[in-house]
């Protein structure tokens, strides 16, 4: 069984920047997802099991990058530029057990969440 574990949100102005990370990532490919209130969750950001291949949603891309240290089995997502409608619970996801993995269906673990918001 994996546990994944979320930090690294908070409050931060428009433009600045927060990191999230995910520890006892599996070692599989791994995606973190947002949920904003009212709204459905959504696919951020997706790297494969090494590392070498990332993945982003258009909102995202250009400001976020995902990475990984299998060392210390630990997932993160740095996010700059950030605006208000950034703003939701981020969620972290691994093993893909289905395609597209832009899905959140096809993911057999999940973290509890963590809390970004983002002030204009």
């Known amino acids: 069984q994996v546990q994944l574990v979320e930090s690294g949100g908070g409050l931060v102005q428009a433009g600045g920047s927060l990191r999230l990370s995910c520890a006892a990532s599996a070692r599989t490919f791994s995606a973190w997802f947002r949920q904003a209130p009212g709204k459905e969750r959504e696919f951020v950001a997706g790297?494969?099991?090494?590392?070498?291949?990332?993945y982003y949603s258009d909102s995202v891309k250009g400001r976020f990058t995902i990475s990984r240290d299998n060392a210390k089995n630990t997932v993160f997502l740095q996010m700059n530029s950030l605006k208000p409608e950034d703003t939701a619970v981020y969620y972290c996801?691994?093993?893909?057990?289905?395609?597209?993995?832009?899905?959140?269906?096809?993911?057999?673990?999940w973290g509890q969440g963590t809390q970004v918001t983002v002030s204009s």
């Open positions: 790297v494969t099991r090494s590392g070498d291949n990332t």
């Open positions: 996801a691994a093993t893909v057990v289905s395609h597209p993995y832009s899905c959140p269906n096809n993911y057999k673990y």
